[in-house]
Nanobody
Framework: QVQLVESGGGLVQPGGSLILSCAASGGDFRRSDMAWYRQAPGKQRELVASISMTTRTAYAGSVKGRFTISRDNAKNTVSLKMNNLNPEDTAVYYC??????????WGQGTQVTVSS
């Protein structure tokens, strides 16, 4: 059973930075595509950034140039570095993994609040 555990959320002022981390266990991390999603109150969950097993990355237009996704296969972790945060980035951020059989896994989410 794959487990994903996020950490690193919190309260940050506009213009600030945060790094989210997701630790994976119980699966074949190296052969999994990973991603970060977010869901703001009253809105649908949206894809923020993804990184494939071959380290190909993709970003939502609203975060391109501000967020960076990376993975460490030795530590079974995927990170999201978020710079120049603004209030519109406030949401619960979820780690997502899709394994070789296209089975998806989700973390429990971590709250990010951008406010002065």
């Amino acid at each position: 059973q794959v487990q994903l555990v996020e950490s690193g959320g919190g309260l940050v002022q506009p213009g600030g930075s945060l790094i989210l981390s997701c630790a994976a266990s119980g699966g074949d991390f190296r052969r999994s595509d990973m991603a970060w999603y977010r869901q703001a109150p009253g809105k649908q969950r949206e894809l923020v950034a993804s990184i494939s097993m071959t380290t190909r990355t993709a970003y939502a237009g609203s975060v391109k140039g501000r967020f960076t996704i990376s993975r460490d296969n030795a530590k079974n972790t995927v990170s999201l570095k978020m710079n120049n945060l603004n209030p519109e980035d406030t949401a619960v951020y979820y780690c997502n993994g899709k394994d070789f059989f296209n089975t998806e896994y989700w973390g429990q989410g971590t709250q990010v609040t951008v406010s002065s």
